[in-house]
């Protein structure tokens, strides 16, 4: 009993394909295995077709318009997310008077985002301020500006024909003052360029600790030399060179004679080697008496 | 003569330019498969000397192999072009997709169509008393031509030897002082429309042909170690439609010829003596085949199969003997073609008379036996150089061909066409038509 119908015969062989390339199938691929041509593929073709493709697109002014303002939002959406944002401002180390001023060289509309704060900027504006020593500006977290601040410190006043005013330890005047009186904590200095010698003056003041009481000021003459002025009109003028030594000289003979509370109208140190002492005129029409006397008592 | 110049220059020039390029494809047309290899020059041409000599097989690398059946080729002659070239094409696109790139030249050489050597002689007084360049070239072309008919093309034409005054054996004269030069030249003609054909079926492939080879000669050239090649040796390339044979002394081709016999008749036989088809008879020759019969293979019963439908028929077998009976008559009648070729050629006077079974179808076991009998002693049996790269399926004897031309595209002999042109036998028209050209043109 066998079916009748034809059977797919599964010993029928299946009739190999032709294995030769066709010419064109050849020549195709011989075109592909060519270096220049393969990389023209691979770059060449992508790059100009996106070339061209975005050069269509961009050529219509509107399209070219739209984009850019979707760039801008893109930005605008960005910088102002909270994160980024700066409400407050806050100022540490200076005292309120230039905390003032700090806040009108720095005027912010806050809120502001920290992309917009030219930090940099802010920190030469504010360090300009004379009497403000150095400042150091940072966005602090939770969306604080924060400029710290170091004030100038006054160690001495500067009188000149201007006006009185105050002086740090780098010899910066970087306030006016209305008068003496308001600081009479502070030494006084006088004088053309009294201001850059100021380390050497604050030396002298310094060592004429036991004179402090009387004395008035330090004054600067003819720019190279100091002249200690104490009230009574005394001065006490000393040399270019070491003057701390001569006036080290002058409070050991004050301490050992009394000098300066005699009728004294100058010291004069300028010459090391020769202490020179100027009397008031009472005092050397005193001294002639004096002599007088002991001139008839020898005779 | 001077068209052949011309025309030899020509591929020379082109092997020049491949070689420029960095590759170049090797091409085996044979009558049983058609080999494809892709050279890369890489210009490494002192790799490292400390492996061993170099024997020439420096200064490539073979970066892509690929073979296929052959077709349309007989006798080692194409026959259909058409079929030809589609089975050139098949071996040449696999060999470039496995090497990744695109080969321009090729290198060919085919077995067949009926090579024939002459041997050359010229002679000529030197113009000075040393031997120049010039001399050398007018010794070359005072050779007298044989008249090897019009249908015939010089495939290789080599000096062998060149002889002053008395003194024989020089290989370069150059230089040297002397009288007369004297040289001999080996000349090997084929039929013309057999290399006519072959450089159709290259160009029809887009490829420009960089050289033709006869294969024996590369066989030789790949498969005969040098000593061989240096005190003389035949070798004998055993393909699928045909046998070349090459002599080799001194380094040089002096013969070749080949027998229009080869594996594809043994298979033939197969088939018309078990009925059986050819693919069937080529598998039972390559599984089963042999030369000497012995007692054990009496036992050793082969099924043939078949696929007529008739039981009695399709569960045939026959013992191995048998099958040895078969091939062995065809193999002898082959040896004896090679042996009446060698005498011919006067091989037995050769001081070393080494034979060097190569090719394919050497592969049947026991051949050198057979062949020490019908050739002579010094049999041995040859596998091609092992070249750089070569995949391992490619270094059998069937591959000897292939791999002695890629040694050619790298280090190719000297040929006739290699040396220039003496002076006097430019066309002395050529002067006088640039003159004409530009007073025809300004």
């Known amino acids: 009993m066998q079916p009748l119908s034809k059977q797919p015969t599964t010993a029928k062989r299946i009739q190999k394909s032709d294995p030769a390339p066709s010419r064109w199938a050849y020549r195709f691929e011989r075109l592909m295995l060519t270096p220049v041509f393969r990389k023209a593929m691979r770059i060449g073709l992508p790059f100009s077709v996106s070339l061209l493709l975005g050069l269509a697109y961009f050529a219509d002014e509107a399209r070219r318009e739209s984009f850019n303002m979707a760039l801008i939002d893109v930005r605008d959406d960005f910088q102002n997310r909270p994160e980024f944002m700066v409400n407050l401002m806050a100022v540490d180390g200076a005292s309120t008077a230039i905390a003032e001023e700090i806040r009108a060289v720095v005027p912010l509309d806050f809120p502001l985002s920290s992309f917009e704060l030219d930090l940099e900027d802010i920190r030469n504006n504010v360090a300009e301020l004379a009497a403000v020593k150095k400042a150091t500006v940072r966005i602090r977290t939770g969306g604080v500006l924060q400029i710290d601040v170091t004030e100038r410190q006054p160690i001495a006043i500067w009188r000149t024909y201007e006006g009185i005013e105050l002086v740090d330890n780098a010899g910066v005047a970087f306030r006016a003052l209305p008068s003496r009186m308001s600081r009479p904590d502070l030494p006084l200095i006088a004088g053309e360029g009294a201001a850059k010698h100021l380390p050497e003056a604050m030396q002298l003041i310094r060592t004429a600790t036991p004179l402090h009481k009387r004395m008035r000021g330090l004054a600067r003459m003819g720019e190279r030399r100091w002249d200690i002025v104490l009230d009574r009109g005394q001065r006490i003028m000393l040399p270019e060179k070491n003057p701390v030594q001569a006036l080290q000289r002058v409070m050991a003979l004050n301490s050992a004679r009394d000098l300066l509370k005699r009728d004294v109208a100058a010291v004069d140190m300028r010459l090391a080697k020769r202490v020179t002492i100027r009397l008031n005129e009472d005092a050397v029409k005193q001294r002639w008496k004096a002599r007088a006397t002991e001139a008839e008592i020898q005779e | ?442």
């Open chain 2, 1 to 442: 003569m001077l068209e052949l110049y011309e025309s030899q220059r020509a591929m020379r020039a082109m092997r020049k330019a491949a070689m420029q390029r960095g590759v170049v494809a090797i091409l085996d047309v044979g009558s049983s498969k058609i080999a494809c290899l892709v050279l890369r020059f890489d210009g490494s041409d002192l790799a490292d000397e400390t492996a061993m000599p170099m024997a020439g097989q420096a200064g490539f690398r073979v970066i892509g192999a690929a073979t296929t059946r052959s077709r349309g080729v007989r006798f080692g002659e194409i026959e259909m072009m058409a079929e030809t070239e589609r089975a050139i094409r098949t071996a040449v696109q696999a060999a470039q997709k496995m090497a990744n790139i695109r080969v321009d030249h090729v290198i060919a050489c085919f077995s067949g169509a009926d090579p024939r050597s002459y041997g050359l002689v010229g002679e000529t007084g030197l113009e000075g008393h040393v031997v120049t360049e010039q001399d050398v070239s007018r010794v070359l072309s005072a050779c007298d031509v044989p008249d090897f008919g019009q249908d015939r093309e010089v495939l290789h034409a080599q000096p062998v030897n060149f002889a002053l005054d008395h003194r024989s054996g020089l290989a370069d004269p150059r230089g040297q002082m002397g009288q007369t030069l004297a040289t001999d030249m080996h000349l090997l003609t084929v039929d013309a429309s057999a290399v006519q054909n072959l450089s159709h079926c290259v160009r029809r492939c887009d490829l420009e042909l960089a050289g033709i080879y006869s294969s024996a000669y590369a066989a030789g050239y790949a498969a005969l170690v040098e000593d061989e090649q240096e005190l003389g040796a035949a070798c004998i390339d055993m393909g699928g439609g045909s046998t070349g044979l090459s002599i080799f002394i001194k380094k040089h081709m002096i013969y070749a010829d080949a027998v229009r016999l080869g594996g594809d008749h043994v298979t033939s036989d197969i088939s018309m003596g078990l009925q059986v088809p050819m693919g069937v008879a080529e598998r039972i020759k390559t599984f089963y085949g042999g030369v000497v019969a012995t007692g054990m293979d009496d036992r050793e019963m082969i099924d043939i199969g078949g696929d007529t439908g008739d039981w009695e028929h399709d569960r045939r077998s026959v013992s191995r003997t048998e099958l040895i009976g078969i091939m062995r008559p065809r193999v002898e009648e082959i040896f004896e073609e090679v042996r009446a070729k060698l005498d011919a050629a006067g091989f037995d006077h050769l001081p070393s008379q080494q034979i060097v079974l190569t090719g394919a179808a050497s592969q049947i076991p026991g051949l050198d036996g057979l062949a020490s009998r019908i050739l002579g002693q010094q049999v041995r049996l040859g596998r091609p150089l092992r070249v750089q790269g070569l995949p391992q399926a490619a270094t059998g004897p069937g591959f000897a061909s292939a791999v002695g031309l890629s040694l050619f595209a790298a280090h190719p002999q000297d040929e006739w066409w290699d040396f220039e042109l003496p002076v006097d036998t430019y066309p002395a028209r050529s002067l006088k038509r640039v003159v004409r050209w530009f007073r025809d043109n300004w």
